[in-house]
């Protein structure tokens, strides 16, 4: 039997219904963690997995292996000929892709280096402003003052408050957003940044800054394997 890219398709389609079901069932022995239907329900659940997963890579093996029995039965010059259309299109779809990535990075780039100008400029002002009311008298006992503090510059008008931002803080904040909302929790990255932000600093911040800054728009990433449910479910399934 000839094994096809459309079989092979199918296959891994059939992974991603039972891994969907798996965490279904996975839910459903979560609300009834004694409900012993429920753990054989999942005990069956992972079987299918278990199978589905193993058909796919067999099939992707069996695949691979039929295409290189092929191939080498022509020389490269035959291969190339034969392949002509899909190396037209890698080369035609990667430079196209390759100049959209680089078209991004020059916007993020411009966009980054606009922020932490205006983040300078920012830090100027209020700077300039806590040292005017202070020496005017009007300290941060107040609803209007300003004061210059070790770590940070505080500037409060009609109880409306503006500390100092460095600009390397406002680009750890952009980033640290769009790496929570786009990156697996897996992902090292998000920690480091995190952590380089600092816990909880800015919301441990007295003002408003940033707040009307929409949110990144989330990517929902595939949850890491309940250990525990599963184990629940083999005992069960003794």
């Known amino acids: 039997m000839r094994i096809t890219a ?10 991603t219904e039972a891994e969907k079901a798996r965490g279904e069932a996975e839910a459903a022995l979560m609300d009834a963690p004694n409900s012993t239907l429920r753990a054989q329900e999942l005990a069956s659940v992972l079987k299918r997995v278990a199978q589905a997963r193993t058909d796919a890579r067999e099939l992707g093996e069996a695949l691979q292996a039929q295409a290189a029995a092929e191939q ?32 991004a990075a020059e916007a993020a780039q411009g966009a980054l280096v ?10 100027g002002l209020v700077a300039r402003h806590a040292d005017v009311l202070a020496a005017a008298g009007l300290a941060l006992d107040g609803d209007t003052g300003g004061s210059r503090g070790l770590l940070s510059t505080t500037v409060r008008v009609r109880g409306t408050s503006y500390e100092s931002l460095v600009p390397a803080g406002a680009l750890l904040w952009v980033a640290d957003r769009v790496a929570q909302a786009r990156l697996s929790h897996m992902d090292p990255v998000r920690a480091s940044l995190a952590g380089l932000l600092g816990y909880r600093a800015w919301e441990q911040r007295g003002d408003d800054l ?21 184990l629940q479910a083999m005992r069960a399934s003794k």
Not at 214 to 224: L, N, S
């Open 114 to 123: 606009a922020l932490m100008v205006a983040t300078e400029a920012y830090d």
């Open 6 to 15: 459309d079989m092979v398709a199918a296959a891994e389609a059939e992974v």
């Open 210 to 230: 940033m707040a009307g800054v929409p949110e990144v728009p989330a990517v929902k990433h595939p949850e890491p394997p309940r250990v525990v449910n599963a």
């Open 72 to 103: 080498a039965a022509a020389t490269r010059e035959e291969r190339e000929k034969a392949a002509g259309r899909e190396i037209a299109a890698a080369g035609r779809e990667l430079k196209a892709a390759a100049g959209a990535v680089e078209k």
